[in-house]
């Protein structure tokens, strides 16, 4: 696409992230496929760059950001306010507003020549699969005229530099300059009844429920948390409406006369459901058809208006909970609970209490502290950082308050009325954000549940003969997780670090940006290689499917439609069918090791259909200038029946030592689908055909004196196959950071049976 200061939804899609940012990206796709979305169009990522290169001001940016200690509250307070009366007082260039003005007297068709209009925030690093971004820039609603609209439109790009903004990039290593925003000015939805929908249960990570909250008047009460929305479960199987929480609303917003206003609701409105049967029902097929298009759980906002619901904004689920073992469940019920709320980011942690009234207070709050406070806003993530648990009064499961937390890795819970009086400034409590309780006392260790002292759960005088690897993909925790005692990673997953990246390889290849890729594939290696120190990180190359390769920029391009991706072109297959993909990479690796002295970095090379296919991918490694060495060593994933029951002639062409991914293998070999619920049943782990598998395995490995690991749920879940694992011969057990305590101490326990 040409450079273009204004692009209409309908000019745009989920290519154009670069363009018009995740937010812009989406509306121009549900647009073109048809969904409801309410019309407009987008201040395009070009206009803030003319703007910042015509003004000058990208120097005054560099100098105030470059210095700053984001850990500072004040100093990054400070920042931020100097930046936006920059941008603000800033004059506007013609050549952006003539277009701009143009648009918006365009608006219905030119039958409206001063709309009501919601200017909302774009950033190209937000919406992606790895981060949400939710709430980090502004969102202006009921903007009426072309003025106000230029006004606006300044104060969207200076929300770019939100005090909340540049934390959230600093912190996840997002560059400042690399971080473009544009303006999507959509028209304004008088809601009757607004909300959010996640076709994925957030907090229970169960794919068959379908989770809606809704309250009467303008969503941004729901997002804020400032009031307890409705709450409705669907399953997506049958479509029945399996749970109902009707909350009652004491206020609503709405916009008239040109302001946005809060009004009082008299208790016989606010206590009724807000959003009837028939339009859960709708709203949730709404939700499906969602999904099924961008091939991922999706988070979306929603109105009705008039009877008639309209989709504003879909994004990917970017987080979903995990539910820890932290404390018997009759250790709870002797215990006294204080309080008790909506369970919305799961685990367990012990510390004093600290009440905040206000984002201004967020310096009270120190690391190892209970955040407690009315709701909680984008405004409050720098203490939620510092925090080891979550507990608000108001605000759903849906929140941003939610889905920040369940991103950071800390316990919350929500909806609990009456914490403030409850909880007083000091008190220390644990907070169960699995089941929504509040107990009085230490009842775990403190900082437990805080992914940043999650060595905290580990013994590290417990030590065995099998080692414990970790299974890893987001680089922002590499360093937290190190910390652990285990003894390497397992399993490094390429698939999080390339979707960060956004844009489909061939695409970069096709544009010239190889370098880019292989810098920023390297730059994410580095970071997990560099906190192991010594230990060994086994990276599995990219097993994307065709349909997740598709969802990428340009993916379409370079992507056909299979009846089954699950069994398609995928792994190995794909390294010789397209090795300058592949051979890219491998780049990276050689990069990391060799100019970068990261020695620990190893390959693994995922659903092998035949020992000639391994042949081949390892041709093109050797080819690329990596060999085989005591330091660099060659893995298999063990995920298709043939690699179990063809294993030595595997074994034959040349490797150090395999993996077994016991989600797939046991779905290939059950013939079942773990996330169907029709057949879910089936899936177990623990069936005599996978346990043959996995035995034949260990024991094939053992023989030849090969590495065996398994990496898959299952040591996790079932104690007695890790005795089992133990008993054969396994070399490792590579599981996810919350398991490697209670895992590793099984494995003692096993091995002293010997």
Not at 22 to 49: C, H, Q, R, S, W
Not at 224 to 252: C, F, L, M, R
Not at 674 to 679: E, L, P
Request: charged fraction near 25%; charge should be positive.
């Amino acid at each position: 696409m040409a450079k273009k200061f204004v692009v209409w939804f309908r000019e745009v899609d989920k290519e154009d992230i670069d363009i018009v940012g995740g937010k812009g990206a989406n509306l121009g796709e549900m647009t073109k496929a048809g969904f409801p979305v309410p019309p407009g169009f987008i201040v395009t990522a070009d206009a803030y760059t003319h703007f910042l290169d015509l003004t000058g001001l990208r120097d005054d940016l560099e100098r105030i950001l470059r210095p700053l200690d984001v850990s500072n509250s004040k100093a990054l307070e400070s920042a931020s306010k100097e930046i936006e009366k920059l941008i603000t007082r800033s004059h506007f260039p013609p050549e952006i507003a003539q277009p701009i003005q143009k648009a918006y007297f365009q608006m219905d068709e030119g039958l409206v020549k001063h709309a009501y209009v919601a200017v909302r925030s774009s950033a190209t690093a937000e919406d992606l699969p790895t981060a949400s971004f939710a709430g980090q820039q502004a969102t202006f609603l009921n903007v009426h005229g072309e003025a106000n609209l230029i006004e606006k439109v300044k104060e969207a790009w200076a929300s770019l530099f939100t005090a909340r903004a540049i934390f959230y990039r600093a912190t996840n290593k997002f560059d400042h300059f690399k971080t473009k925003i544009a303006v999507p000015v959509q028209k304004m939805i008088s809601s009757d009844v607004s909300g959010v929908m996640f076709t994925i249960d957030p907090v229970t990570n169960d794919k068959t429920k379908l989770v809606i909250e809704a309250i009467l008047g303008l969503g941004e009460m729901i997002v804020q948390g400032s009031v307890t929305p409705d709450h409705y479960v669907i399953d997506k199987t049958t479509d029945a409406i399996t749970q109902k929480e009707v909350n009652t609303q004491e206020k609503q917003m709405l916009y008239r006369g040109g302001k946005n206003i809060i009004e009082a609701l008299h208790k016989a409105a606010g206590s009724k459901q807000k959003l009837d049967d028939s339009n859960i029902k709708k709203l949730a097929e709404l939700g499906k058809k969602l999904e099924k298009h961008y091939f991922f759980p999706q988070d979306i906002e929603w109105a009705l208006n008039r009877g008639k619901l309209y989709i504003l904004q879909t994004r990917p689920v970017t987080t979903t909970g995990k539910e820890t073992r932290d404390m018997k469940q009759e250790t709870r019920r002797k215990q006294e609970v204080l309080l008790k709320g909506d369970a919305a980011s799961p685990g367990m942690a012990t510390g004093p209490v600290k009440i905040l009234r206000s984002p201004r207070e967020l310096s009270k709050v120190k690391s190892g502290d209970i955040l407690v406070a009315e709701m909680t806003n984008p405004d409050y993530v720098p203490a939620m950082r510092k925090a080891v648990a979550i507990v608000t009064e108001r605000g759903g499961r849906t929140s941003h308050a939610a889905i920040v937390s369940r991103e950071l890795g800390i316990p919350a819970i929500v909806g609990a009325v009456g914490a403030l009086k409850t909880l007083k400034d000091g008190l220390v409590i644990t907070v169960d954000g699995s089941k929504g309780e509040i107990y009085k006392g230490a009842l775990v260790k403190p900082n437990s549940a805080n992914l940043s002292n999650v060595a905290n759960l580990t013994n590290k005088k417990t030590k065995t003969a099998t080692k414990v690897y970790v299974n890893l993909a987001e680089p922002s925790r590499a360093r937290e997780i190190a910390k652990m005692h285990v003894d390497g990673v397992g399993l490094l997953r390429a698939e999080f670090m390339i979707a960060g990246i956004g844009t489909h390889p061939k695409k970069m290849i096709k544009d010239g940006k190889q370098k880019q890729f292989i810098t920023s594939l390297a730059d994410k290696l580095e970071t997990f290689c560099s906190a192991f120190g010594t230990r060994p990180v086994v990276y599995r190359a990219t097993d994307f499917k065709t349909n997740e390769y598709r969802s990428l920029k340009g993916g379409k391009e370079f992507e056909p439609e299979e009846p089954n991706p699950m069994l398609g072109y995928r792994g190995a297959a794909r390294y010789i069918g397209t090795p300058e993909v592949f051979e890219l990479e491998l780049e990276a690796i050689k990069d990391v090791r060799n100019k970068r002295g990261h020695k620990n970095l190893w390959l693994m090379i995922p659903f092998v259909r035949t020992p000639k296919e391994l042949l081949d991918v390892k041709k093109i490694v050797v080819g690329s200038g990596l060999a085989r060495s005591p330091s660099f060593q060659i893995w298999m994933m063990v995920e298709i029946p043939t690699n179990v029951i063809r294993l030595e002639d595997f074994l034959a062409t040349g490797i150090d030592g395999v993996s077994i991914g016991s989600n797939d293998l046991t779905m290939l070999i059950l013939g079942t689908d773990r996330d169907n619920s029709d057949v879910a049943h089936d899936f177990s782990e623990m069936d005599p055909a996978v346990l043959w598998a996995i035995e034949r395995v260990v024991k094939t490995c053992h023989k030849h004196r090969v590495t065996s690991s398994i990496c898959g749920q299952a040591p996790s879940d079932y104690p007695d196959l890790v005795d089992k694992l133990v008993k054969w011969g396994i070399t490792s057990v590579s599981v996810n950071p919350d398991a490697v305590s209670h895992v590793r101490e099984t494995i003692r326990e096993a091995e002293n049976k010997l």
